[in-house]
């Protein structure tokens, strides 16, 4: 969980008072907004929450604005904010394709992704994951900010043991990774993903392969993540070399694993919180951009997973 510290210096009481709002109504439209919690003393604040870096931002807008904070004119504060972050929004090239965020999450991932090393994106079908992280290393490949992409799954149907399925490497990993290259040639073109593949600029590997290798100047995308034990995902996530980003994608909600294992994306979510240059993104229904019975579907389930179990 990301948090700030923010500390608003020379403030009186009165101007702290007003900045609260009568019961403190003001820190709550925020929060509730920015789905996030005000902790600690006036003016004085540690705000939580995936949001909690924009909620401190409109907090000192707030802070230094005239006339009384109504809230008419925190409502006025928080769109303003959000307009101000879609004009900025990114727009990547990925060959074909000019692709942006359709949502405020998604927008996020994108951001998220530009700006660290290792990104951790969770979330249900439809919600752009995969899709968006293809298309940031079609546009790192393209722009020669990276040298190769590299792609993984495990391969949880088949144990890993992919010596049992005919052809080569790329054809016995091809059906595990087939939303992947679906990606990629929906940028790119068939033709032009073969080429890149041939000149090994885009690389497919399994998971069980990745151990011993050190990744450089590379963009590392890991899909399905929540199918990979803890073992694998530290193995994984150790591969990590200079000049490169990685990338992982999973939903817990759709943990193929014997129930003896446990995941290991659930378990890094959990032990990279707050490291330094690494962010975790955290898509939901309501970033679901296939088809609208998609949505549906994963509200549906997502409603049946809260209930309680006779």
């Known amino acids: 969980m990301v948090k700030t ?34 902790l600690g003393s006036p003016g004085h604040w540690t705000i939580e929450g995936d949001r909690a870096e924009e909620a401190a931002r409109v907090m000192r807008r707030l802070a230094v604005a005239p006339g009384e904070l109504s809230r008419t004119t925190v409502e006025g504060m928080l769109r303003d904010h959000d307009e101000e972050q879609e004009r900025h929004e990114i727009v990547l090239h990925a060959g074909r394709r000019r692709v942006s965020g359709k949502t405020r999450n998604q927008r996020r991932y994108l951001e998220m992704m530009a700006k660290h090393t290792l990104t951790l994106a969770v979330g249900p079908a439809g919600s752009g994951k995969t899709y968006l992280a293809v298309a940031s290393a079609v546009a790192a490949l393209l722009q020669h900010q990276v040298e190769r992409i590299m792609l993984t799954r495990p391969a949880v149907e088949a144990g890993e043991r992919l010596g049992f399925l005919p052809g080569d490497m790329q054809q016995k990993v091809d059906p595990y990774l087939r939303p992947l290259f679906d990606a990629l040639a929906d940028m790119l073109g068939v033709d032009r993903m073969n080429a890149l593949l041939d000149a090994g600029h885009i ?45 992982v994608t999973g939903d817990v909600t759709q943990i193929d694993l014997p129930k003896a294992s446990a995941s290991g994306l659930s378990h890094a979510l959990q032990v990279l919180d707050g490291v330094q240059d690494i962010a975790i993104c955290r898509l939901s229904s309501r970033d679901v951009v296939r088809h609208r019975l998609v949505e ?10 809260e209930e309680p179990r006779p």
């Open 203 to 247: 690389e497919i590997a399994p998971l069980a392969f990745m151990r011993g290798r050190t990744l450089n100047d590379a963009f590392i995308i890991l899909d399905e993540a929540q199918n990979t034990t803890r073992e694998q995902m530290k193995m994984f996530l150790t591969r990590l070399g200079f000049g490169s980003k990685m990338v």
């Open 296 to 305: 549906s579907i994963v509200r549906a389930y997502e409603a049946r997973l």
């Open 5 to 38: 510290v923010l500390h608003l210096e020379n403030m009186d009481t009165g101007s702290l008072r007003r900045l609260c709002g009568a019961d403190n109504y003001v820190l709550k439209q925020v929060a509730d907004y920015f789905d996030v919690r005000f």
